[in-house]
């Protein structure tokens, strides 16, 4: 099921990260009061009376000269417009109406997307109620008055973003097709793939990167099967701030990957496995989806008997987090292995949605303690009770304990190790959620 997406958008501080770290209830992204030092984190989950929702916070603007800042500000505005169901449009009482939210505002009036226009620093709604009166005249609807870091008028302003959910869009029917995110950074060759094995150049292909204008669907079918692959576009063009280029290629893999069952990386065989790389595939690891890594311009590399040997555990290391993760090397540009892609594809999507009986999970968490014995605290020991599987996409177990707090992730990662011995769950990352249960 689909996330919508609401983005943020703004001039430097008018509270987008404050407001950004309020709706998502920790402190994710680094506040201070110098414009532009928004990293880190930026997108996170929120919760709003049963609607569930990826925020974003576009951020990222570096005042130079008010030129900058509005180009900044548009290429903001045009990130939220391409990727997000709804945009939060954010403006400040105290510094009141300035030219740059007006020329952005025609932008988002133009765009014919849902916008709220909402007036932060409102910390007193009887003092400053009469100034947000001024933002009606960017003609983008009602100011919502709200104070970010005081937490005032939140509730209200998001009753007015969920109220423009898509009511299909959140409950969409599950279709049976299988959705495919390729991902990864802007040119290893991730449309050439979806080209290749659809045998027409379908998506833009070229030489620089961000060539790729916008997520794009194509259905593959092979083997009577069909298979949604959604090209997680590159990015719109070179810009000089790299960190703008890396922010827009997360924003496109959050909106791509919570769309998608399985998550191809895509890694460019002559550059190796990077930073970059493991950020992106991240974002599928934390959302719990199946990964597989595919190596792409592998005909292009020199080699000699321990060549894969060497590449796996460069990647295993750079990717230590997802150990469950397959790798595949392939060419996009010979098709060499690419056939082998939809095997691996199904046999992730089986082991995402494998379901084992309780009896049996039983029996290898049994076997497990008596191996190796659950760590103690001050005298008290773990006492691991029962444990069941609970749900599919990924495989989710809960496990009765006696206390939480001894339960150790390393015992947890244990446990996991002794289910995969088992069960294997290739290609898929495994859920367990602890639960205290008092001793009869």
Known sequence: MSKPIVAIVGRPNVGKSTLFNALAGEKISIVKDTPGVTRDRIYADVNWLSHTFTLIDTGGI?????DIILSQMREQAQIAIDTADVIIFITDVR??????DSKVADMLRRSKKPVILVVNKVDNFEKHLLDTYEFYNLGIGEPVPISASGKLGLGDMLDEVVSHFDTEMTDEAEDDI????????????????????LGENRVIVSDIAGTTRDAIDTVIEHNGKEYTFIDTAGLRRKSKVKEELERYSIIRTVTAVDRADVAVLVIDAAEGVTE????????????GKGIIVAVNKWDAIEKDDKTVYKFTNRVRE??????????????????????????????????QTMRIQTGVLNEIMTEAVALQQPPSDKGKRLKLFYITQVSVKPPTFVIFVNDKELMHFSYTRYLENRIRDTFGFRGTSLKFIIRERKEK
């Open 95 to 100: 510094q009141g109406l300035v030219d740059s």
């Open 318 to 351: 750079t990717l230590s987090f997802i150990p469950y993760a397959e790798i595949l090397f392939i060419s996009a540009e010979t098709g060499q292995r690419l056939v082998r892609l939809f095997d691996t594809i199904d046999m992730v999507l089986e082991n």
């Open 178 to 197: 299988p959705r495919i995110a390729v991902i990864g950074k802007p040119n290893v060759g991730k449309s050439s793939i979806i080209n290749k094995l």
């Open 62 to 66: 570096e005042p130079e000269s008010k």
């Open 276 to 287: 970059q790389d493991a950020k992106i595939v991240g974002i599928a690891h934390d959302r």
